[in-house]
């Protein structure tokens, strides 16, 4: 592997790592503060011990999250400094926003949140509650901005002197429709991802825990408010994907011919559900199952619609920007693809079985359905992978679409052996991460309910506080 190569593993590692905690953290910071609404409403010390007992949940997922996000800072002046250098005068403001305003807000009433039970007024640490989850999706809103801007640049113009990209409509930068569909994308991984989450540990707790504690009803009343919330994520995501797969084909359309290993235009077009071969040109494809016209609609949202192939296409973008290659991997593209959409609708399917027994009164003891929905948390980290692989790998040879290609990115100073170094800590590094980060998790997940003290943290008849400073 050459020094580019070794640098888009690199990148790759550690975005899809930190992308595992991104939406664990927005889903279970919607879902707490969801949660902490019922106690506000209700008042029970059981709904108190559920918001406490997933707000631990919670919290180690943002710390593991900020840690591998510093972490993956740093390889844009390591790795890929050109890069830096050409988008800097673009990227420069949302992400100072995501920066001094969504980062700052989230951990300051995290913070707040935390500390803030039997002390701050009960209206207050709600509200404490939902800026959390509001902060954990804007830093997300910022970030996407900045990638959808990498696959449809828009608001910007080239300085002559420099050549890199400049800034001209911070408007145009958040009204990108890739932007738009992207983001309410990943909102809902996030909500898959939160459900799932609350999902997996109630049916565990239902299994192993709830019948000996006397917590049944409270971890019914969870597994039911995860599978809400995983169904309605998952329903509204083929509806959003879809718009967003639309968006593509107008804006990124060697993505989707890609995503289909479509080589020659056609019209309508049908959606392979498996296909053997077909990775290159010259490589005729064995298609075993066949959709007619589903490729057109999925593309272009009409049932006898044209969809470009990757030969005329490639032959198109050597006319307007030179010679090279400007397919993307093929087969990364087409599996990534699938694994997304299959897995998606079996965890619809799932969700449905779930609903059904929930009707029945059966939710809590269907051993089958709870021992299965205990490892449901896979599915959204196997869905959210490939999803940014179909992204990122369909994009190549691009790092901006259009304007800058991967290679041209890359630092000039360097060599391969530092990469390989690099990336030797950086595994190492992730790897301990995310070790410790399971062990935590489970051990939190496999604890019974935390008990609520007898007292208040402040009794009224105590004592006023000596202050330390007066004047």
């Not at 006898?304 to 192939?309: H, I, K, P, S």
């Amino acid at each position: 592997m050459d020094q580019l190569d070794l640098a888009r593993l690199q990148f790759a590692t550690t975005s899809v790592y930190h992308f595992f905690f991104v939406p664990i953290t927005m889903g279970m910071a919607i879902l707490v503060a969801v949660l902490h609404t019922r106690w506000f409403r209700r008042g029970t010390p059981e709904l108190k011990r559920v918001l406490r007992f997933f707000g631990g949940l919670m919290l180690i997922s943002i710390s593991v999250g900020v840690v591998t996000g510093l972490v993956q800072e740093f390889q844009f002046g390591l790795n890929w400094s050109a890069y830096s250098r050409f988008v800097g005068d673009v990227f420069g403001a949302p992400l100072a926003m995501e920066g001094l305003a969504a980062f700052f807000l989230e951990s300051t009433f995290l913070g707040l949140w935390l500390f803030g039970f039997n002390v701050l007024p009960r209206r207050v640490h709600l509200l404490t509650a939902w800026m959390v989850a509001l902060g954990a999706c804007l830093s997300a809103l910022f970030i996407i901005a900045a990638n959808s801007w990498m696959q449809n640049p828009r608001g910007y113009t080239i300085n002559p002197d420099t050549g890199r990209a400049q800034l001209t409509s911070i408007g145009d930068v958040f009204t990108n429709p890739v932007f738009i569909w992207g983001y309410l994308h990943v909102l809902l991984v996030a909500l898959i991802f939160g459900g799932g989450m609350l999902l997996a540990v109630s049916a565990w707790q239902l299994r192993r825990r709830a019948t000996t504690d006397g917590t049944v009803a409270e971890f019914t009343g969870t597994a039911k408010l995860g599978l809400t919330a995983l169904l309605i994520g998952t329903v509204l995501q083929f509806h959003v994907g879809g718009q967003l797969g639309i968006n593509e084909t107008s804006y990124q359309p060697m993505k989707i011919a890609a995503a289909e290993a479509n080589w020659q235009t056609c019209q309508p077009c049908s959606f392979s559900m498996l296909q053997i071969g077909g990775w290159t040109a010259d490589d005729p494809p064995t298609k075993i199952i066949e959709i007619p016209h589903l490729l057109s609609l999925l593309a272009t949202g009409t049932w006898n619609g044209e969809v470009q192939g990757l030969t005329p296409l490639n032959e198109q973008y050597q006319q307007q920007y030179g010679p090279g290659e400007y397919v993307p991997n093929v087969f990364i593209q087409y599996w990534s693809m699938r694994v997304m959409a299959y897995l998606a609708t079996l965890v619809a399917l799932f969700g449905v079985w779930g609903i059904w027994l929930w009707w029945r009164k059966k939710l809590a003891t269907a051993r089958v359905f709870l021992w299965i929905a205990s490892w449901i948390m896979i599915t959204p980290f196997l869905m959210s992978t490939a999803g940014w692989f179909l992204t990122e790998s369909g994009r190549q040879p691009w790092v901006v679409q259009g304007l800058m290609l991967t290679k041209d990115g890359l630092s000039g100073s360097g060599s391969a052996g530092q990469i390989v170094v690099s990336l030797s800590i950086v595994v190492v590094l992730y790897t301990t991460i995310g070790v410790i980060a399971a062990i935590l998790m489970l051990r939190h997940a496999r604890q019974p309910l935390p008990a609520e003290p007898l007292t208040p943290d402040r009794p009224a008849d105590a004592a006023e506080p000596t202050p330390s400073l007066t004047y």
